[in-house]
């Protein structure tokens, strides 16, 4: 490698111009650091980014006095000459070396050098080609490919001080330089061979050039290569020998000389120097690293197809190692290792692959600048490399924005860096490679105007691998986001988060005060009303939640998918929703579980008005005053109580057309491609060149949408056919009044639900041509109707018993739930038990419902507007006396399935969800939330129902099927 000494180039630009054409004319060369072609000067040559005296002009030097400075001119050599070895004189070539038309002496150089200068550094007095010995070869050829040596020369036996490939003379003394390197794949730090060749020339050369007012491009821009590659020291000023401290030294010391151009708007930059660092202390241009992040493009963008505004045209100048500028170009392959972004405007991507540490080894290390190039202007985009230690804490990138440390140029891989410096650079070796395993391009919407955008940012994380791992693989990430700014979802969510939460506490505290009350408590603070206020709190959170959830996906699915001028981005900070998601999952996770419990432990019975029609009749364990009726079937109450258990389960929607309907919408129509990062709304993939990943956001916002849609429809139906052509829990009802039985039902300690079914014809233990003609007169109206008071059709009923009921309730059931720890139950005992209190409950709640109790007794009214709204009670009931309130609708749904619809949809949609979040597949979902709901938890709920009506109805529970 050889830096080449050159000459500075005076060059200007003003940041608002195109791109210029990279390739320049011949008298001209072209400037990467101003960005544009800039004209020779008589007798000079531009090659690798550095300009030098051609092959017809010598240079002299001269030290100057006053300044101490060395001064450096091109003089053209007479005719029939050549410039020698260092370019300082003129000579005349030998017989064997004659002059060619490029001004240089030609010999054999297969074979043979040029020597023209002495071994004191004196010219020769007779240039001639030399040939190499046996077991060497020309090297060190000059600027011109003039071999010049057949060894290596040292400083032992030559003049020349052998920096960075290139022969200082002897005047000069180098800095002091740190060469050693740190890395997480390395025990312990060791010496770079790269730092080591070249840290301490390079910084020479470019001191060199800029003080001498000669611009050697390609020295300043390999010394920034370095500081680049020690992506950690970035921002740390701690090593004041480091490649970084140096070359901020260096821009600190021109800047203080005043000496600078107007460089990508700012003013006074020195334009021999690369601009690698945003450093507001030396540069004005702005105050701090906001200002450079939240500035403004003025450059409408829009989501369209088709138009050029709809994706970003970013450029890219590349550098090689040495510092030599590649042709620009736009960004293709610059920003990862397996695949080219897409610069849709809007487009998320995320993409991620593997590569083995032998294939990062023969990756050539290029260095990259990006350029966004807008409407008559170039902007330069920073780049935020977050392994860079912080100046002043020496940790890693925070999130705050004024302890970044934002740069200009970055690599993807770096296998150069990592050889360990050996006297024998035959046996020096790489220890690491280091590469981005992570980067991500960031563009966020200005606040101030619609389709505009702040300049982007790009994310760079590096890691080292050790090369002793040559199979092993590594992986590389590119992400491109969007995000607007201004934007708020934290902030929104947790508003949200706050109203919905207190509306759940107001709800919990009615609701325990209502279960305080329908349970007697006495309290104000027992334990049972606060493990109740815990459990209706997550109740009420969990379906305010669903609707937080609802609400915030809904919106960016109907705003980002139908904006055509940028005006919504979707969320880069996930965790908020992430975090309401998850507790909506288990609050109601919750609920189910107590809806589960509370609807499988309610008191019931079925109160039999059947009378006998046969005589008084003795029983056998009667004495001489007691007598008991002929027996009445049984049948008709284990009929009602399997038709009770049948009906626990059903619900208003089918849910296995619930899942297949979601189904068939999401896969089969491809509804959940609508749920993809990108603007596109498309249900066929193959419409579109390229398919982002799916956004946790719109994934939900389908699942809620699809499975509303789907569930508001059934409702639709299910009103229409109960309406129209049969309603199940009514024609219970009426099963109820034709067989002569009602149905008592306690959820809480002294409320529940009545059915009033005592038929109107006084028994139903008939056979088909009585039930017939009792039908037929029920039909002409020529009986009673069938509500519980007089000339009323009104048969179910909340109600609020008398708590003497209750303790009479208890005191009869007192005995089957007690046991005698001291012996053995006897089973014909427990059987004579049951059928006592079956027959002793039913004739305290006939006679109950039948007003023939002295000191119990009930009355029949409404509830009142708030009581229906807060579902409690308000009104106290009259002192010894229940209330049975008019039901509207009915009411005794809230035990089963049937009157819980929206706590069963909610948690149906919230399982799928919560499934799909750690799956990413709408069928999986769909499977376990079948399985979990319709196979699991149904079948525990219909075992634990038969289990209840059995225990408490005092049916024997092997005629429940």
């Known amino acids: 490698m050889k830096i080449i000494l050159g000459l500075l180039l005076t060059a200007k630009i003003v940041l608002g111009i195109d791109f210029p054409d990279y390739q320049c004319l011949k008298s001209q060369f072209y400037n990467p650091i101003s960005l544009e072609c800039t004209d020779l000067e008589t007798g000079y040559l531009e090659k690798d980014g550095a300009t030098f005296c051609n092959a017809t002009h010598k240079f002299d030097y001269t030290q100057e006095t006053d300044d101490d400075q060395i001064k450096f001119e091109c003089t053209k050599c007479g005719e029939g000459q050549a410039v020698s070895e260092f370019g300082d004189i003129c000579i005349v070539c030998p017989t064997e070396a004659p002059l060619t038309n490029s001004g240089i002496c030609k010999c054999d150089f297969n074979t043979h050098i040029f020597v023209d200068t002495e071994i004191d550094g004196t010219a020769a007095n007779s240039p001639a080609c030399t040939e190499c010995s046996q077991g060497f070869e020309p090297g060190f050829r000059d600027k011109h490919g003039v071999p010049r040596k057949c060894i290596k020369c040292t400083n032992d036996n030559c003049q020349c001080q052998y920096k960075a490939g290139y022969c200082f003379p002897s005047v000069y003394q180098f800095d002091r330089v740190d060469e050693d390197i740190s890395s997480d794949a390395v025990a312990n730090p060791m010496r770079s061979r790269l730092l080591e060749n070249n840290l301490a020339g390079v910084l020479k050369l470019c001191e060199i050039s800029i003080s001498e007012k000669r611009n050697n491009i390609t020295a300043c821009q390999m010394l920034t290569n370095l500081c680049v590659l020690l992506h950690s020291q970035l921002g740390d000023r701690s090593n004041p020998y480091s490649a970084c401290s140096l070359l901020k030294t260096l821009t600190t010391t021109q800047f203080s000389g005043g000496i600078g151009v107007i460089l990508h708007r700012r003013p006074g930059w020195v334009e021999r120097i690369p601009w690698l660092l945003y450093d507001y202390t030396v540069d004005s241009s702005y105050a701090d690293n906001v200002q450079v992040l939240e500035e403004e493009i003025e450059q409408f963008y829009t989501f369209e197809r088709g138009l050029n505004t709809s994706t970003l045209d970013i450029q890219v100048i590349s550098y090689t190692l040495e510092g030599e500028v590649l042709p620009i170009s736009p960004l293709s392959d610059q920003l990862s290792l397996c695949a080219e972004p897409v610069l849709r405007f809007g487009t998320t991507l995320s993409y991620s692959c593997s590569f083995s540490v032998a294939k990062l080894q023969a990756k050539k290390t290029l260095f990259h600048e990006l350029y966004l190039q807008v409407e008559g202007e170039i902007v330069p985009i920073p780049v935020l490399v977050e392994n860079n230690l912080d100046t002043d804490t020496g940790t890693q990138t925070s999130g705050d924005i004024d302890s970044w440390t934002l740069t200009r140029r970055f690599f993807l891989v770096d296998n150069q860096i990592g050889y360990e410096y050996k006297d024998n650079q035959e046996e020096s070796t790489g220890l690491f490679i280091r590469y981005a395993a992570k980067i991500t391009l960031s563009v966020t919407v200005a606040e101030s105007r619609k389709g505009n955008i702040n300049v982007p940012l790009l994310r760079v994380l590096y890691e080292d691998v050790s090369t002793s791992q040559r199979d092993s693989k590594v992986e590389t990430k590119l992400e491109v986001v969007y995000s607007k700014s201004g934007e708020q979802l934290k902030d929104d969510l947790g508003i949200a988060v706050g109203v919905v939460g207190f509306l759940g506490l107001v709800y919990a505290m009615i609701k325990a005060v209502g279960y305080r009350r329908r349970n007697n408590i006495i309290e104000d603070c027992s334990c049972r009303t606060i493990s109740c206020f815990v459990l209706f709190l997550c109740s009420g959170l969990g379906s305010l939640f669903f609707w937080v959830i609802a609400g915030t996906s809904w919106y960016y699915l109907c705003i980002y998918k139908g904006q055509s001028a940028v005006s919504v981005f979707l969320p880069l900070d996930l965790n908020p929703f992430r975090a309401v998601v998850i507790s909506c999952f288990v609050l109601s996770l919750i609920s189910r579980l107590h809806f589960l419990f509370t609807s499988t432990s309610y008191d019931i019975f079925f109160i039999d008005w059947e009378k006998p029609k046969g005589k008084f009749i003795p029983t056998s364990t009667s004495t001489k005053n007691e007598e008991t009726l002929t027996s009445v079937s049984i049948w008709r109450t284990y009929f009602l109580a399997n038709e009770w258990n049948e009906l626990h389960a059903i619900r ?310």
């Not at 009044?737 to 009545?754: A, E, H, K, P, R």
């Not at 039930?771 to 029920?778: D, F, P």
């Open 652 to 961: 208003k929607i089918n849910p296995i057309f619930q899942y297949m309907a979601f189904l068939f919408f999401t896969e089969y129509i491809g509804l959940k491609h609508l749920s993809t990062s990108q603007p596109d709304a498309f249900v066929d993939p193959s419409t579109v060149e390229y398919v982002s990943q799916y956004s946790l956001v719109l994934r939900v916002g389908i699942i809620f949408g699809v499975m509303f849609v789907l569930w508001v429809l059934q409702r639709f139906y299910n009103f229409l056919y109960e309406r129209f052509i049969c309603d199940q829990i009514q024609m219970y009802i009426d099963l109820c009044s034709i067989s002569n039985v009602s149905v008592f039902v306690l959820s809480d300690t002294i409320y529940g639900y009545y059915i009033h079914g005592r038929a109107v014809h006084g028994h139903a233990d008939a056979d088909m041509a009585e039930i017939v003609t009792a039908l037929k007169r029920e039909e002409d109206n020529l009986c009673s109707k069938r509500g519980l008071g007089p000339d009323s059709e009104q048969q179910t009923f909340d109600m609020v018993i008398p708590i003497l009921l209750r303790t009479n309730y208890n005191r009869i059931t007192l005995p089957l739930t007690s046991r005698d720890i001291s012996s053995q139950r006897n089973a014909k005992s427990d059987t004579e038990k049951q059928i006592a209190a079956y027959w002793h409950i039913n004739r305290l709640l006939s006679s109950f419902i039948d007003r023939s109790l002295d000191d119990i007794d009930y009355t029949i009214g409404d509830k009142l507007f708030l009581e229906n709204l807060f579902d409690m009670e308000i009104r106290e009931p009259p002192p010894g006396k229940g209330v049975l309130y008019n039901d509207r609708g009915q009411s005794f749904e809230n035990v089963l399935y049937y009157g819980n619809e929206w706590l069963l949809f909610t948690w149906d949609v919230i399982l799928i969800a919560m499934i799909d979040y750690s799956t990413q597949h709408f069928t999986l979902a769909v499977l376990l939330a079948w399985f979990i709901n319709e196979v699991l938890l149904k079948k525990i709920s219909e075992w634990r129902c038969q289990k209840n009506v059995g225990d408490k109805a005092l049916i024997d529970e092997r005629f429940l099927l």
